[in-house]
């Protein structure tokens, strides 16, 4: 009994295969991303691949600028009892390290209360959903036509107490104009709007 191989190499079958892939390759990343909370839900799952699901974060920012898209800036540790954590920029597909950041902490504590992991409690995808109401107010309370995101960050205290911990978004007005920044709790809670 023979078998037949047939090969895949000339066939149309394999590329469609390699041209598909390609686009689901260049679909998920974080450079090209809406402003909403499935398209900062991709952002966060980009951030948890290069510094795992434990990492934990000071500062984390997703900024948008016009002609390069998404930017996220971060410092980031995997190892807070260390002390040392490392400012990284995602741009246009690119981590960069900008520098090494020593921490220093008050003694009989330890470093990662000061710090905030992306879990439950705090994550993008909360932080992409709020871009997307205040996105809503501003248009409906400001008659402002397609305003733009121009920053949304997670505020988080340095003394660590997470009932103090805020979501901001800013955003303006696609062809300039007075910038709106918008403040919540954790939970998602409407504190004030800044302009």
């Not at 041209?19 to 909403?36: K, V």
């Not at 390290?97 to 992306?118: G, H, Y």
């Not at 409690?121 to 008659?143: C, D, F, P, Q, R």
């Given at each position: 009994?023979?078998?037949?191989?047939?090969?895949?190499?000339?066939?149309?079958?394999?590329?469609?295969?390699?041209?598909?892939?390609?686009?689901?390759?260049?679909?998920?990343?974080?450079?090209?991303?809406?402003?909403?909370?499935?398209?900062?839900?991709?952002?966060?799952?980009?951030?948890?691949?290069?510094?795992?699901?434990?990492?934990?974060?000071?500062?984390?920012?997703?900024?948008?600028?016009?002609?390069?898209?998404?930017?996220?800036?971060?410092?980031?540790?995997?190892?807070?009892?260390?002390?040392?954590?490392?400012?990284?920029?995602?741009?246009?597909?690119?981590?960069?390290?900008?520098?090494?950041?020593?921490?220093?902490?008050?003694?009989?504590?330890?470093?990662?209360?000061?710090?905030?992991?992306?879990?439950?409690?705090?994550?993008?995808?909360?932080?992409?959903?709020?871009?997307?109401?205040?996105?809503?107010?501003?248009?409906?309370?400001?008659?402002?036509?397609?305003?733009?995101?121009?920053?949304?960050?997670?505020?988080?205290?340095k003394n660590g107490d997470m009932s103090k911990a805020q979501y901001a978004?800013?955003?303006?007005?696609?062809?300039?104009?007075?910038?709106?920044?918008?403040?919540?709790?954790?939970?998602?809670?409407?504190?004030?709007?800044?302009?």
């Amino acid at each position: 009994m023979k078998y037949k191989i047939s090969r895949l190499t000339n066939s149309p079958f394999l590329l469609v295969i390699l041209i598909a892939l390609t686009f689901m390759a260049c679909a998920g990343s974080s450079n090209d991303q809406p402003a909403t909370a499935e398209g900062f839900n991709a952002i966060e799952s980009e951030l948890k691949e290069k510094f795992g699901n434990d990492a934990y974060y000071t500062d984390l920012k997703v900024l948008y600028i016009k002609g390069i898209g998404n930017t996220i800036n971060t410092t980031v540790t995997e190892a807070p009892e260390s002390l040392k954590m490392g400012e990284w920029d995602l741009s246009q597909n690119n981590w960069t390290q900008r520098s090494e950041v020593t921490i220093e902490i008050p003694q009989d504590t330890k470093a990662a209360d000061f710090m905030f992991q992306l879990d439950d409690k705090i994550n993008l995808y909360k932080l992409g959903g709020l871009v997307e109401a205040s996105t809503s107010k501003l248009i409906t309370e400001k008659n402002i036509d397609n305003p733009i995101l121009s920053i949304a960050f997670i505020k988080f205290p340095k003394n660590g107490d997470m009932s103090k911990a805020q979501y901001a978004v800013k955003l303006e007005p696609e062809n300039g104009g007075t910038s709106f920044t918008f403040y919540y709790t954790i939970k998602g809670d409407f504190i004030e709007m800044d302009y």
